[in-house]
C-alpha cells in the first residue's frame, strides 16, 4: 500500500515539474504584421543611409583623418559644413568641437 502512495506522489511530483518548466520555456510570439513591419522598417532605414552615403561621396568631400562621434566619416558639403550620415540615413550636421581625429591603423 506505502508502495502505491510512494508511486502515486512520484507521478505526480513529475507531472507537476513537467508542466511548470514547459510554461516556463514559452516565449511571446510576435505576430507576423509586427515582424514584417520591423523587418520593413530596418530595409528602409538601410536603403536610406546607403543612398545617402552614395550621394556624399559623389557630390561632397570627405573630411580626412577625422571621424564622427560614432566613428563613421565626417563629409564637408559645399557650404563649408561638416556632416555625417546616421543609421537612418539622415544628416546629422556637426560642431567642430564634436569631431575627432581618426586614431591610426594598426599594421
Same mark, same amino acid.
Given at each position: 500500500m506505502?508502495?502505491k502512495?510512494l508511486?502515486g /506522489? !512520484?507521478? !505526480?511530483?513529475?507531472? &507537476? =515539474?513537467?508542466?511548470?518548466?514547459?510554461?516556463a520555456?514559452?516565449?511571446?510570439k510576435e &505576430?507576423v /504584421?509586427q515582424?514584417? +513591419?520591423? =523587418?520593413? =522598417? *530596418?530595409?528602409g532605414?538601410?536603403t536610406a543611409?546607403?543612398?545617402v552615403k552614395g =550621394?556624399a *561621396?559623389?557630390?561632397d568631400q570627405?573630411?580626412k /583623418?577625422k571621424?564622427?562621434p #560614432?566613428g563613421s #566619416?565626417?563629409?564637408?558639403?559645399g557650404?563649408n559644413?561638416?556632416?555625417?550620415?546616421?543609421?537612418?540615413g539622415?544628416?546629422?550636421? !556637426?560642431k567642430? +568641437?564634436?569631431?575627432?581625429?581618426r586614431?591610426?591603423?594598426?599594421d
Open positions: 506505502k508502495r502512495y508511486f /506522489g !512520484l507521478a !505526480l511530483a513529475f507531472l &507537476s =515539474t513537467l508542466a511548470l518548466t514547459s510554461n520555456q514559452e516565449k511571446k &505576430s /504584421g515582424v514584417i +513591419s520591423k =523587418t520593413a =522598417t *530596418k530595409v532605414n538601410k543611409e546607403v543612398a =550621394t *561621396k559623389v557630390a570627405t573630411y /583623418g571621424m564622427a #560614432d #566619416d565626417v563629409y564637408i558639403n557650404k559644413k561638416k556632416y555625417y550620415i546616421n543609421k537612418k539622415a544628416k546629422i550636421y !556637426l567642430e +568641437s564634436q569631431i575627432k581625429t586614431p591610426a591603423k594598426k
